[in-house]
């Protein structure tokens, strides 16, 4: 699994920085609209406390292609040997945390 070295830097349990964080965000735009919401909904849930463990994570979905990834957000399939070593763990809780259903908003 291949990282930029912006995402090196930090200790797994570690918050992510405001430019790690800001170039995280230009790594997850994507072509379909469908995985935007998803990832965009990650970003409001979870970007104010986002570790480095979770953005590697992120990250190596992002090397997927947009059809790939909609399979895996939607559950259509699940993450395979491709996923292995250190970030493998990272990988499938940012992948359940995609999952999460949007909560409910009130009328």
């Given at each position: 699994m291949e990282t930029d070295r912006f995402l090196e830097a930090g200790a797994d349990?570690?918050?992510?920085s405001e430019r790690d964080l800001s170039r995280l965000r230009w790594r997850c735009r994507r072509g379909l609209l469908e995985n935007d919401l998803f990832i965009e909904r990650f970003f409001q849930r979870y970007e104010r406390h986002l570790t480095y463990a979770q953005a590697r994570g992120l990250y190596a979905?992002?090397?997927?292609?947009d059809?790939?990834?909609?399979?895996?957000?939607?559950?259509?399939?699940e993450p395979g040997s491709e996923w292995v070593g250190r970030g493998a763990e990272a990988v499938r809780l940012v992948l359940a945390q995609l999952r999460e259903p949007p909560s409910p908003t009130l009328a």
């Open positions: 349990d570690e918050v992510v979905l992002m090397a997927l292609a059809n790939d990834l909609l399979d895996l957000l939607l559950a259509r399939r």
